[in-house]
């Protein structure tokens, strides 16, 4: 839940600086991948918004990273891996 609205607010800043532009954002998943070494979490957000927004999905997921405000005492860093999913280690 954390995370959801962390990204979800992440997607809005993205849309304010101009660098994704959509008008509602989409559904998206934040899950545990089966796989550790894709993070504790990876979410599709970009994948899903990639259309609306008429960009690549890792481009979507690079401009979502830059305005993601986690703290450094809960996020260790973020990976854009695949065709987009933003993958989350805490």
């Known amino acids: 839940q954390v995370l959801y609205s962390a990204l979800t607010q ?18 998206f998943v934040v899950e545990r991948p ?7 979490f990876s979410a599709n957000l ?3 918004l990639a259309s609306q927004a008429k960009m690549p999905p890792r481009q979507v997921a690079q401009a979502i990273i830059e305005q993601l405000r986690l703290p450094e005492t809960v996020l260790d860093r973020t990976e854009i891996a695949g065709p987009g999913f933003i993958n989350l280690y805490l």
């Open 34 to 40: 089966a796989n550790a070494a894709f993070g504790d």
């Open 10 to 27: 992440a997607a809005e800043a993205a849309k304010a600086a101009g660098t994704v532009k959509y008008d509602t954002l989409p559904e």
């Open 46 to 48: 970009a994948m899903m």
